[in-house]
């Protein structure tokens, strides 16, 4: 209780003027990294050890971090750098900036700013933690989920989103010793990456908004790809019904990547599949009746001989796009044809770019996808006491 205690105390401290501060992040999180590769780019570097060791970084060194049965081995180019069971990385300016890339497994090198912490996980791999100011990190999730050819207006809506989301999932890897994972799982972030100047402009000018409801409570800002031309309510796909997630007609979603799509099942898979979820067919059928099915509006379920079958089940299995779609049987296999790409919940990205397109604001664009919500700064809100609270 003590230990929880402390560690909103810190989140409390770090989030005051959540927009100046710093979020921790676990990267490489869904990997078992074992060995990593630290280079610093710009500027010079402290490292540190928990036995004491201190040593400063800079220019050509490159670092080998190794996980070695219990504890973690550093390696200079010609010199061990001691035995420990947790190191920090700290830059001696603010405008450094270093390369990570994991060596064991092989994986993507990423740059990045900040500061680096590195312990041992549980799971027998490195717990690799990013500290970063908070507004930095956001610019960099905006830039790995929409790209670098969006309107302004457009990023400065996602800015929002997903510094809500960031924030209404602060308290995520609690027990890991950082706020949120570098994947999907939290939201993806890939460090320093073109350091585009749009994004820039627009994370500074919604610096420390975020989105409430009614009760000025941070909302749940789900957002997919594409609708179809319809969003969906959040209890069609997640078991909650939230006031600010509701289905409505989305008329900016065609002419888009993602508006139309079209994928083939083997009507053997479909059978299966049929049998699989208890789906009772009678003896003798014509699959190009009994499958045949249409959605001209949003449908969560099919009927299939007089039985439910959710639609949900359907997109999991076969991995389509999303569960707006037709099926046309043709011999030995159904023809799918689907609109929009995503759960549908939410703010739809590419009807978000063609509203930005169309010159609307990012506060028109946010009113439109969220029902009933406000936007305001993050101090504003009942954040505090809720974490205060727990
Ligand atoms: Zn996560």
Redesign the pocket.
């Known amino acids: 209780m003590i230990q929880r205690l402390i560690f909103f105390g810190l989140i409390i401290f770090s989030f005051q003027y959540a927009s100046s501060q710093d979020i921790r992040i676990g990267l490489y999180?869904k990997f078992d990294v074992k060995t990593l590769v630290f280079k610093p780019l710009h500027g010079a570097y402290y490292l540190e050890n928990d036995q004491g060791y201190k040593e400063k970084i800079k220019g050509n060194d490159v670092i080998y971090i190794t996980l070695v049965g219990n504890q973690i081995s550093i390696w200079g180019i010609e010199k061990h750098m001691g035995l420990s069971h947790r190191i920090a990385i700290t830059p001696k300016r603010s405008n450094s900036m270093y390369s990570l890339e994991p060596a064991f497994p092989a994986l993507k090198k990423h740059r990045y700013e900040g500061h680096l912490e590195i312990s041992i996980h549980p799971e027998d791999k490195l717990t690799i933690i990013n500290q970063i100011a908070f507004e930095k990190y956001v610019a960099s999730v905006v830039e790995a989920e929409s790209g670098t050819r969006a309107r302004e207006e457009y990023y400065k809506s996602q800015s929002i989103i997903s510094r809500t989301y960031a924030l209404n999932h602060i308290d995520?890897?609690e027990n890991e010793n950082f706020n949120?994972?570098d994947?999907v799982?939290?939201q993806v972030y890939k460090g320093v990456q073109t350091e585009n100047k749009a994004i820039r402009t627009a994370v500074e000018a919604t610096k420390g908004l975020v989105i409430t409801d009614e009760n000025r409570q941070l909302i749940t800002a789900a957002f997919h790809s594409n609708s179809g031309g319809f969003t969906v309510n959040s209890e069609d796909v997640w078991s909650a019904a939230m006031p600010y997630l509701r289905g409505k007609k989305d008329p900016y979603w065609a002419d888009q990547h993602n508006s139309l799509w079209s994928d083939t099942i083997a009507l053997a898979d479909w059978v299966q599949f049929m049998d699989r979820i208890g789906i009772k067919l009678p003896e003798n059928y014509y699959p190009n009746v009994l499958f045949r099915f249409n959605q001209p509006t949003r449908q969560r379920n099919m009927t299939v001989a007089g039985q439910l079958v959710p639609l949900k089940h359907v997109r999991n299995e076969f991995k389509l796009k999303s569960t707006f779609f037709s099926i046309t049987p043709e011999k030995d296999k159904l023809i799918i044809k689907g609109r929009g790409y995503g759960h549908g919940v939410g703010l739809s990205q590419e009807g978000a770019m063609k509203m930005a397109r169309m010159g609307k604001t990012y506060e028109e664009i946010i009113d439109f996808y969220y029902y009933n919500v406000n936007l305001m700064n993050i101090d504003s809100t009942t954040y505090l006491t809720r974490l205060l609270s727990q």
């Open positions: 999180h995520r890897h949120l994972c994947d799982h939290c």
